[in-house]
């Protein structure tokens, strides 16, 4: 079936450098991404969203850019700190009649260097 | 606010014992869902719910239970626990507010609860 996944499992970054994480779709069917943030020992949580109709969003130091031609998204984070290491994971929103429904890529974990 | 709250956070089952995790959110969410994470694997939706009194099957539903007497509270059941339901749990909650015909996809999640079958 069709499935969200990442390119790298683990990106490690040098403090105060950027970090760009990567994650394939193959549903052409999905309108809507979302990246989350997962630290040791809690619930993801909610970084930023991006629509089918756009090709990037920028929130508070992370951008997301989404290429619908080559199905392919990212997330950057500007001047990487201490505080973002955490498991990133995007997902895909699929509409299956009035419902949706979030498919979850593996995760890539990011690591910062001091 | 307390946001989403599950608990127990930690249970160690034997193979075919029962427990239920609780699950409850003060934010006056309609949508409840129940996941599953292993090591390796994104989350996996087992079960959801879209208003008090309904509930749907996810991904992953087979083994599991699920009731939503309540808004507030979403119930995961295991009738006959088995080794490979060993995983962490978590609940979360969306409002899924629709502008147009898109919905936004923000959930709110609880801290997970560390499930292990012996």
């Known amino acids: 079936g069709e499935s969200v996944g990442l390119h790298l499992p683990t990106l490690s970054v040098q403090e105060g450098d950027n970090s760009i994480i990567n994650c394939a779709y193959s549903?052409?069917?999905?309108?809507?991404f979302i990246w989350y943030k997962q630290e040791s020992g809690k619930g993801p949580q909610f970084i930023i969203d991006?629509?089918?109709n756009m090709d990037k969003r920028q929130g508070q130091r992370v951008t997301v850019l989404l290429n619908k031609t080559v199905k392919h998204l990212s997330l950057q984070i500007a001047a990487t700190q201490p505080g973002d290491s955490a498991v990133y994971f995007c997902?895909?929103?699929?509409?299956?009649?009035?419902?949706?429904?979030?498919?979850w890529g593996a995760g890539t974990k990011l690591i910062i260097k001091p | 606010n307390a946001g989403v709250t599950q608990t127990p956070k930690f249970r160690v089952l034997k193979t075919g014992q029962s427990m239920t995790l609780l699950c409850a959110q003060d934010m006056n969410h309609e949508y409840m869902y129940w996941y599953r994470q292993d090591p390796g694997m994104g989350l996996r939706l087992i079960h959801y719910s879209v208003g008090e009194g309904t509930t749907a099957k996810g991904e992953v539903p087979d083994g599991y239970n699920v009731s939503r007497l309540k808004k507030q509270n979403f119930l995961l059941g295991l009738e006959s626990a088995a080794p490979s339901q060993t995983s962490v749990y978590f609940c979360a909650s969306s409002y899924w507010e629709k502008i147009g015909s898109w919905g936004t996809g923000e959930l709110f999640f609880g801290e997970g609860s560390r499930l292990t079958v012996l």
């Open positions: 997902a895909e929103n699929i509409r299956s009649g009035s419902n949706y429904q979030l498919i």
């Open positions: 549903n052409s069917a999905s309108d809507y």
């Open positions: 991006i629509r089918s």
